[in-house]
């Protein structure tokens, strides 16, 4: 079934690679905003879906690309493991926004998540998606089927491409199969809040990453800062003590709603932005922003474009939800160069998901 | 294929790269004379020597682009080299190329306490990076065995474990951002000092790349704070399947140990008859389990994990009492490599990765392997993350050895592709795996990595015939071999 599947979407590939014809590849439907429009005929993986192969005690995971993420995050949660990264699923209507999906839910399926490498609020602590990626099979632009990595934790045999489809949006290949690690579950989880301002909550963040603390996540969203602690049950309490604080009664919501952006800050209409920089980089209180990830995760409103401000600060920004124009920082003239031999390499007629990330790829 | 063979016609196209590099670099960076190539012969692979034609070696960035303008425009193959430690062939030079050397660019740039982030020239030692971190509490994670002398910028081409991989990561998981030279000279910023960048991972895509994408010229860490505390405990099993289970036992428990290794008898015997690390000799297999983490987390842990193990079969469970002893028990194991040296003149070392719970039948069938073929294998496992290192014994000066070893050694790494793993999950695949690399890669597979190449370095010239191997190579085949022990850096703890 699975197999016929993986050949049928090869054939199509194919056929739309002797054609000349450009796909827009589907998963969830859950975030056709993060990134450019495309323009082509629609390429539906959500069929191949289920989990192939799962192995506790090995802390793999492999699955179909179009499995829905809560059916894994459901099947990891029964045996006490989760994906460490926190991948957001963006799945329930949000309070503002265009496209289509706003009025339904949609599933985000690994392949949506793996292909944007989206990754929640651990990221600073856990790892990206990336991160986890520990192989995945492909059809590349010329439909052929490849497998690159494997289920492996270490494992350096030719390049790391399984990791180079993580963020490529499909660009590159569309998944099919991947295989990730993942963790067990922290025995014991508490989340702090603390009142202090946004410039004081990331000098704090970075002070406190610096020590062998048990912090998961933190978060300045605006009003007041909160950290997440979590692991050995003993670990937390000494740690809580340390910090002080007040603890918040509904963490595991609170850190829900920054994921998936329900929090009260994304509740407003106007332009956001995603600013990734570096964690200590200088805030600027004059701006309504939600700091996230330690301080290397800025959401910023803004009207004007932030491209400029991003990258003077040493990173880069995303516009997010943008419905038009340009969504990712424009590259160097000679890394687009390299980037569009790569796309080449992959996909030498530019039919897989074309200027979803830039229009030249 | 010594300096004296050379024709004509590359004694001119010697002249020609020697007149061009004396343009660029001082006298006494730019090394023809065959006994100054000598050094230069191998990395740690050292049953691979072959002269370079030159070895450069400059002190700047603007001179390492400068050398490759001149490579690319004479059209010389260029192989970069870090310290030599590498394990499968990647540093070894060309006849006709240039030995690369970026062991001049040796400084510490620059190291942020606040951002947590070390900024270093490629050709620092991965252990100098923790070790100028000290003093503000932080680290560098990634420990291949033989950090004292191995450089980042090899760690990054070769994408380098240690034995703290399970928990830490890999190299690929504690760089922030390259700055690489591409072969036409350009110097390319990869990944940032923000968590991710845009566009393409192109800075998963260099690490491990094996010096065939570019040259690393430097390259920013994440350092990670020094955990309060680590505890080892040993366990000696009376069977290796109940060893391999406990170690499942102890991940399903939701416990991630920082270090996870195995030994069998044959390893264990090895390791205490050279070290006196106190291992228990009768044990069929021993794991080493090492916790860290604040105090009170390492307390709980080491108290859940003795159960673990008692209840997983172990006959005996010892927790260090003390940092000597701590010390003293990993001496066995990173000692294991010169200690099995001892028992036969020769040792031929795989690097395969399997999915743990293959490791009963893998161990079993390499033990009939090793009987049909005459030659004793000793397991070596870093238990966690499912890297396999068997150890094939042998004498280079009987009939056939060598050739029974190597062909032992295909069957082992077929062996591990085969129950679903990799032919090399640390060491790279350099010249030695090459054949393997056939087996664990369809051709359309391997055809895509070439592809890939050629964005890069469209005329093949960074590091050719290493790493991935060409359609018509596939039947060649290659492997370590350490002849009385006799490794280049003999001092090196290995693995």
């Known amino acids: 079934m699975a197999q016929d599947l993986t050949q049928a979407l090869a054939e199509r590939v194919r056929a739309a690679y002797l054609a000349g014809t450009p796909l827009a590849i589907v998963g969830g439907g859950s975030k056709p905003w993060l990134g450019r429009p495309v323009v082509g005929e629609v390429l539906d993986v959500s069929d191949h879906r289920g989990i192939v192969h799962y192995e506790p005690t090995e802390l793999v995971l492999t699955a179909h690309a179009g499995t829905p993420l809560a059916e894994i995050e459901a099947a990891l949660a029964e045996r006490n493991q989760c994906l460490a990264f926190e991948p957001p699923h963006f799945a329930t209507p949000l309070p503002r926004g265009e496209g289509p999906g706003e009025r339904v839910k949609r599933a985000a399926t690994l392949g949506g998540t793996v292909g944007c490498n989206l990754s929640g609020p651990a990221r600073p602590y856990a790892g990206a998606c990336r991160d986890f990626v520990l ?43 991947v295989s990730l690690k993942v963790l067990p579950r922290p025995a014991a989880e508490l989340t702090l809040a603390l009142e202090m301002d946004a410039a004081t909550a990331v000098a704090r963040f970075n002070a406190w990453a610096g020590q062998p603390l048990p912090i998961t996540a933190t978060c300045h969203d605006g009003e007041r800062a909160h950290v997440r602690l979590a692991g050995a049950e003993a670990a937390v309490r000494a740690a809580r003590q340390k910090l002080g604080g007040e603890v918040l009664a509904e963490g595991a919501a609170f850190w829900s ?105 | 294929m010594s300096a004296s063979g050379t024709t004509p016609a590359v004694h001119a196209r010697r002249n020609e790269l020697v007149r061009g590099l004396l343009d660029i670099l001082p006298a006494d960076s730019v090394l ?139 190299t690929v998981h504690n760089v922030l951002k390259l700055e690489v030279v591409t072969v036409e000279g350009e110097r390319l910023t990869l990944g940032s000092d923000a968590l991710d960048a845009p566009g393409y991972d192109l800075l998963a895509l260099m690490t491990g790349s094996e010096g065939l994408l570019a040259v690393v010229v430097e390259v920013t860490v994440r350092l990670l704070p020094i955990p309060e505390r680590a505890q080892v405990l040993l366990a000696a099993f009376d069977d290796v399947t109940k060893a391999g289970a406990a170690v499942g036992d102890i991940l399903a428990a939701g416990i991630l140990p920082a270090g996870l290794e195995m030994m069998d ?62 010390q003293r028990l990993w001496k066995g194991r990173k000692a294991a490599f010169p200690a099995v040296g001892r028992l036969a003149p020769d040792y031929y070392c795989m690097d395969g990765t399997i999915p743990r719970r293959r490791l009963p039948e893998v161990l079993a069938r390499i033990e009939r392997l090793s009987r049909e073929y005459g030659l004793p294998v000793v397991n070596v496992f870093h238990a966690g993350d499912g890297n396999l290192h068997p150890l094939i014994l042998y004498d280079v000066n009987q009939p056939g050895a060598l050739e029974r070893t190597e062909a032992l050694g295909r069957r082992i790494l077929d062996l591990c592709v085969e129950v679903g793993g990799t032919i090399t999950g640390e060491h790279g695949v350099g010249v030695e795996k090459l054949a393997g690399m056939c087996t664990q890669f369809t051709p359309a597979e391997l055809t895509q990595m070439h592809a890939v190449k050629a964005a890069f370095d469209a005329q093949g010239l960074l590091n050719p015939g290493k790493a991935v191997p060409s359609l018509h190579r596939c039947a060649e085949f290659g492997a370590m071999h350490v002849h009385g022990g006799a490794l280049p850096f003999p001092d090196l703890p290995r693995f």
């Open chain 1, 257 to 361: 709603s920054v994921r998936e952006q329900r929090h009260p800050f994304f509740a407003r209409p106007g332009s956001l932005w995603r600013l990734s920089l570096p964690p200590a980089a200088p805030v600027d209180l004059s701006l309504s922003q939600c700091i996230d990830w330690g301080g290397a995760q800025r959401w910023v409103w803004s009207d004007a474009p932030l491209w400029e401000a991003a990258r003077h600060a040493g990173g880069h920004a995303t516009h997010w939800r943008a419905g038009r124009g340009e969504v990712f920082q424009p590259l160097t003239p000679a890394l687009l160069a390299l980037h569009r031999r790569l796309k080449q390499a992959f996909d030498p007629k530019g039919i897989l998901n074309p200027g979803r990330l830039y229009p030249e790829l």
């Open chain 1, 135 to 177: 192989g995945v099979r492909i059809v590349n632009g010329k439909g052929e089927v490849l497998r690159f990595g494997g289920e492996v934790m270490k494992n350096v045999a030719g390049y790391d491409l399984a990791r180079l489809m993580a963020g490529a949006q499909g660009t590159l290949g569309v998944l099919l199969e």
């Open chain 2, 32 to 170: 023809y004379e065959p006994e100054d190539l000598r050094p230069y012969e191998c990395d740690g692979l050292s049953a691979y020597r072959q002269l370079p034609m030159v070895v450069a070696l400059p002190s700047t960035v603007d001179e390492v682009q400068a050398v490759l303008r001149l490579c690319h425009r004479l059209e010389v193959p260029v192989v970069a080299r870090g310290a030599g430690t590498g394990l499968s062939g990647g540093a070894l030079p060309l006849t006709d190329g240039l030995l690369l050397s970026l062991a001049k660019l040796k400084s510490i740039l620059a190291i942020d306490p606040v951002a947590r982030t070390a900024r270093v020239e490629p050709g620092v030692r991965n252990l100098a990076i923790s070790e100028a971190a000290r003093s503000y509490g932080l680290y560098y994670a990634p420990d291949p065995s033989s950090q004292i002398a191995c450089t980042i910028g090899g760690n990054v081409a070769e994408n380098a474990g240690g034995v703290h991989c399970l928990k830490y990561g890999l």
């Open chain 2, 265 to 326: 008898n044959p390893a264990i015997r090895a390791a205490e008859a050279f070290v006196h690390a106190g291992y228990p000799v009768e044990a069929a297999a021993i794991l080493l389990v090492e916790l860290d983490g604040s105090n009170e987390e390492v307390s709980e842990q080491v108290m859940r994990v003795r159960e673990l193990l008692l209840a997983s079969g172990a006959t005996e469970v010892r927790t260090a009492q003390d940092e000597a002893e701590r």
